[in-house]
């Protein structure tokens, strides 16, 4: 795990300093933060492996930032630890609700944090190999079953979003209507063609600009390309 980088906001300079000096030593590669506002400009030009996020900042509430992150479709994936004193149990929980990945309480042992770090980045290792993402603005969470474009998140059917992950499985190939529907029913049902035709003009039209990337190949069936 070692070289991952690590974003650190907090404006206590000694609790981040602290953080920051046990993280280098198991080899990670840390930035520190003590604003909001400077953490989310550098954020527009690194992505970060992990960032461990302070409740308490001096220009936002950290609850705020979390938020942001969590329906961001450019930073949804970059797992989140917040730090929370012991009085805030509540943000604790909100936290978590709005998607942060674990926390940990003031007053804390560094050695803990250091261990929920590693904990967290090999969940979302897992996690995040199961993602597919296409023409830059569609972005697809099999584990999760979620689908973004761009900012904002799509609901599909589970039918849509099955004729998305097959067409994604393998891009640029095209993929015949029989195909689909056997993928799809694996032969169960008897469907007629024209059912995928319907499917596959409600998903294009829910995916909105990024419905373009599926294109119907006339006379043999669909893709999805870059
Ligand atoms: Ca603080």
Known sequence: MSGKTIFVVE???????????????????????????????????????????????????????????KTSHDYHSIPVIILTAKSEETDKIIGLELGADDYVTKPFSPKELVARVKSVLRRSEIKNSEKITAGKILSVDLNKYEVFV???????????????KILLSKKGWVFTREKILDMLWQGEKAVIDRTIDVHIKKLREKLGEAGKLITNVRGIGYKIEE
């Open 11 to 69: 404006d206590e300079k000694d609790i981040s300093n602290l953080v920051a000096l046990h993280l280098r030593k198991s080899g990670f590669i840390v930035i520190e933060f003590g604003k909001a506002e400077n953490f989310l400009n550098y954020l527009k030009r690194t992505i970060p492996d992990l960032i461990i996020l302070d409740l308490m900042l001096p220009d936002a509430d950290g609850l705020d930032i979390c938020r942001q992150l």
């Open 150 to 164: 761009k900012d904002k998140k799509i609901h599909l059917t589970q039918t849509e979003f099955n004729i998305l």
